[in-house]
C-alpha cells in the first residue's frame, strides 16, 4: 500500500470538530474517522469488514430514511516505541467518528513483530494480512477468524460480554504462504485469496484456494508471467473472475485486468482497465459493488509532482473523475460493497461509500471516508448576492460584507433546500469554516461570528422564517478586496465563485455574485509629472512622485508595446523624484526617432500608472 508524502500531523481537537447533529462527515461528502485516536504517526491501509444485516451502519438522511455502509473497518498504525516506527499493527474500528471504539485485533506491544495488509472475506469472519518480524525476516500471510459481534449499542454501553466483541479471535491463524508476500485480497466467494509474490524472480499474481469450513489452504497458482515486470495490488471483481492489479510493464504503474475465466490465449485474457491512460503512477484498485466501476490512486491532475489524490473510471465508458477535497495528499481507497442512492430529484446516482488514507485539513495521516458526489456530478445551481454589490476601498468602517444565498426550483426539488437542517425529505446546506470549510467565496471561508456551527452564516430558519429559505454569510472584506486587487480588477464588474455542500452526501452548490471595487478618492502610490525636454535628442530627465515608500520600476515602451529600456527598478522613498533616459535600449543600442510612453509600477502593488508621452527627435 502506498505510504503518504508529507509530515504527519499531531491528532488534536476531537470533540471540537463533531458535526451537528450527529453526522459522521465534516462536508457531507468526507469525515476522518481515526480523527480522536491514540496514535500519532498515522492510520493506513483501511479494510471495511462486511456482515449480515446486522452490521450494516445506518446514515440518517432528511427523508426519515439513510444511506447505508457496513459498520466495522480495520486499519494499520504505526508502532509508538522509539526507533521501530515501521512495525505495524492491525486495529478495528467503527466506521462512525463519533465513536471512540478502537480495539487491537494484532498487536505486538514489543513491537518485534509487525501485521499489515489487512483484507476482509466477503462474509466478514476472516482476515487475511501479512505479518514479518523487526528486521524484515520471517515474512509470510496467515488467515484469522473473527467473532462477529454486531450488537453496536451493546458495545457502546460497556456491556457485551468479555471475548465476544467483535475483535475476539476464534481458533489459531491459519498459514497461507511464506516468503516475499503481499496485498491478499478475497475473491467474493471467501473461497479463494489473490496476492501478489516474487516466487518466480518478479513480482505476479497468484491465487490459493481456501476451505472455510475445514480452514484447509491449496498450493498457490501463478496467474501472470510477466518476467522482470511487476504485477501487485490484486482487487477482485464481484462477479468473482476477473482481477483488476498494477503492473509496470508499460513503464508506469498502471491498471490491467485479467480474466480468470478465459484462457491464457485468448486476447481478452488481460486488457487494460483504462485504454488511453496518462504515464504516472496508478496504485490500489477496488471496484464498487456492480462491478463496472474502478477506484485507484493516482497523482492529482495527472501530474506526476502532485500529490495523490483517489480517481473513479468507469470502465464501460472510460469516464472518470478525481475525487480531492483539499490540496493534501489521499489514497489506498477501499470500496464498500453497498449501494446507495443520491436524493430522488438527482436522479437517484448510485454510489458507493469508501474508505482510505488521507493528510487531509492538515490532521496527519489518518483513515477517512467519503463518496463521489462532492466531485463527480455537477454542482447545482444556487442562486447569490451581495450587499452591498459596491465598495469602496477607502471606507475602513466597513470590514464585512453580505452574500445571500437561495436555491432555484430545480435544486430545491432535487431535493435540496437552503438551510443549515435537514427537513422535510430535503438536504440541508453544512455551514462549517473549521477544516472543510462550506460555504466559501472565492476560496475563502466565511468570518467566524455567531452564526451556525461557528460560521458568520444565518438562514431563516434560525430566524424563524421558514417559508423564505435562505442563508446570509458575512465576509472578511479585506481578504475578498485583496484578491480583486491583486487580479488587477479595481473600478471592475468582478464575478464572485460562491461554493457550498449539502449535510448529508456532499452534493455540490455553486452560484456567482458580483462586486465592484471603487478606489476614486485613493492616492496612487505613484505618478508621472512630466519630462524635460520633450522633444528630447538623446536626453531627457523624467520626474514623478512616490506617495509611499516601496520598490518602484520606471519603464519605457514603444508604440506597439515592446518594452525598450527599464530606466530605474529599485527602492525609493517618499517624495519627488528624477531619472534620466540617454536615448538607449535595454541592449545598448540607440533608440529611433519616434514616440515613447513611460510607465511606473510597484512591485509590491498591482498598479500601473496611465503612459506618459515622449518624443525622441534626431
Not at 504485477?231 to 480468470?260: C, M, Q
Not at 488521507?358 to 489518518?366: I, M, P, T
Not at 514623478?544 to 527598478?569: C, D, E, H, M
Request: proline share 6%; aromatic share 10%.
Amino acid at each position: 500500500m502506498k505510504k503518504l508524502l508529507g509530515v504527519i500531523g499531531v491528532l488534536a481537537l476531537f470533540c471540537v470538530l463533531m458535526p451537528a447533529q450527529g453526522r459522521a462527515d465534516l462536508r457531507g461528502a468526507f469525515g476522518p474517522l481515526t480523527l480522536g485516536g491514540p496514535w500519532v504517526n498515522g492510520n493506513e491501509q483501511t479494510s471495511i469488514r462486511p456482515a449480515g444485516d446486522d452490521g450494516i451502519m445506518l446514515i440518517p438522511s432528511g427523508d426519515g430514511g439513510g444511506r447505508l455502509i457496513e459498520e466495522w473497518f480495520t486499519f494499520s498504525i504505526r508502532s509508538l516505541v522509539p526507533g521501530r516506527e515501521g512495525v505495524r499493527s492491525i486495529f478495528i474500528h467503527l466506521t462512525s467518528q463519533q465513536s471512540a471504539y478502537f480495539q487491537p485485533l494484532l498487536d505486538d506491544p514489543a513491537a518485534n513483530t509487525s501485521y499489515f495488509d489487512p483484507a476482509w472475506s466477503s462474509d466478514g469472519r476472516f482476515l487475511a494480512y501479512v505479518t514479518t518480524s523487526f528486521d524484515g525476516t520471517g515474512q509470510a500471510m496467515y488467515i484469522q477468524e473473527y467473532f462477529i459481534n454486531d450488537d453496536f449499542e451493546a458495545i457502546h454501553g460497556g456491556s457485551y460480554p468479555v471475548g465476544e466483541g467483535a475483535e475476539s479471535p476464534v481458533g489459531s491463524p491459519i498459514l497461507v504462504t511464506t516468503g516475499n508476500v503481499r496485498h491478499p485480497n478475497w475473491s467474493p466467494t471467501g473461497h479463494t485469496l489473490a496476492f501478489d509474490s516474487n516466487a518466480a524472480g518478479s513480482f505476479d499474481l497468484y491465487t490459493v484456494d481456501f476451505d472455510p469450513n475445514t480452514s484447509s489452504v491449496g498450493s498457490p497458482t501463478r496467474r501472470t508471467f510477466v518476467d522482470n515486470k511487476a504485477e501487485t495490488d490484486p482487487s477482485w471483481s464481484p462477479d468473482g473472475h476477473r482481477i483488476a492489479y498494477a503492473t509496470n510493464k508499460f513503464g508506469p504503474r498502471v491498471l490491467e485486468i485479467i480474466d480468470l475465466d478465459l484462457s491464457s490465449g485468448d486476447p481478452n485474457y488481460t486488457k487494460l482497465a483504462e485504454r488511453n491512460f496518462a504515464f504516472v503512477p496508478h496504485n490500489n484498485p477496488d471496484w464498487t459493488s456492480d462491478g463496472g466501476t474502478l477506484y485507484y490512486d493516482a497523482p492529482s491532475g495527472e501530474d506526476n509532482a502532485s500529490l495523490t489524490a483517489i480517481w473513479r473510471l468507469d470502465l464501460t465508458t472510460q469516464g472518470k473523475c478525481m475525487i480531492q477535497f483539499d490540496s493534501h495528499a489521499h489514497s489506498d481507497p477501499d470500496v464498500s460493497g453497498l449501494l446507495n442512492f443520491s436524493n430522488a430529484g438527482d436522479g437517484h446516482v448510485p454510489f458507493n461509500y469508501f474508505t482510505f488514507t488521507s493528510q487531509a485539513a492538515g490532521l496527519g495521516v489518518l483513515a477517512w471516508k467519503g463518496n463521489p458526489l462532492n466531485s463527480c456530478l455537477l454542482p447545482l445551481a444556487m442562486g447569490v448576492a451581495t450587499v452591498p454589490n459596491i465598495i469602496d476601498l477607502n471606507d475602513e468602517d466597513s470590514e464585512q460584507f453580505m452574500t445571500v444565498m437561495n436555491f432555484p426550483p430545480e435544486t430545491r426539488s432535487a431535493g435540496y433546500r437552503c438551510a443549515s437542517t435537514n427537513g422535510g425529505g430535503a438536504d440541508g446546506v453544512r455551514l462549517r469554516v473549521s477544516i472543510l470549510s462550506s460555504p466559501t467565496l472565492l476560496g475563502q471561508p466565511s468570518s467566524v461570528g455567531g452564526g451556525v456551527q461557528g460560521t458568520a452564516c444565518f438562514d431563516s430558519v434560525a430566524h424563524g422564517l421558514p417559508d423564505s429559505l435562505r442563508i446570509r454569510c458575512n465576509w472578511d472584506r479585506r481578504e475578498i478586496a485583496a484578491q480583486i486587487q491583486a487580479l488587477g480588477l479595481v473600478g471592475a464588474i468582478v464575478p464572485l465563485k460562491m461554493q457550498a455542500y449539502s449535510n448529508q452526501v456532499g452534493r455540490g452548490f455553486q452560484g456567482f455574485s458580483y462586486l465592484q471595487l471603487t478606489a476614486s478618492s485613493l492616492p496612487s502610490p505613484a505618478a508621472l509629472l512630466g519630462n524635460s525636454p520633450n522633444p528630447f535628442n538623446p536626453v531627457t530627465k523624467i520626474r514623478f512622485s512616490v506617495t509611499k515608500p516601496g520598490n518602484y520600476a520606471l519603464r519605457l515602451y514603444n508604440v506597439q508595446g515592446a518594452l525598450i529600456r527599464t530606466v530605474a527598478s529599485r527602492h525609493f522613498d517618499a517624495g519627488t523624484h528624477e531619472a534620466t533616459w540617454d536615448g538607449r535600449t535595454n541592449s545598448g543600442g540607440m533608440a529611433a526617432s519616434g514616440v515613447y510612453y513611460a510607465k511606473i509600477s510597484g512591485a509590491s502593488k498591482k498598479f500601473e500608472s496611465q503612459g506618459m508621452k515622449l518624443v525622441l527627435s534626431k
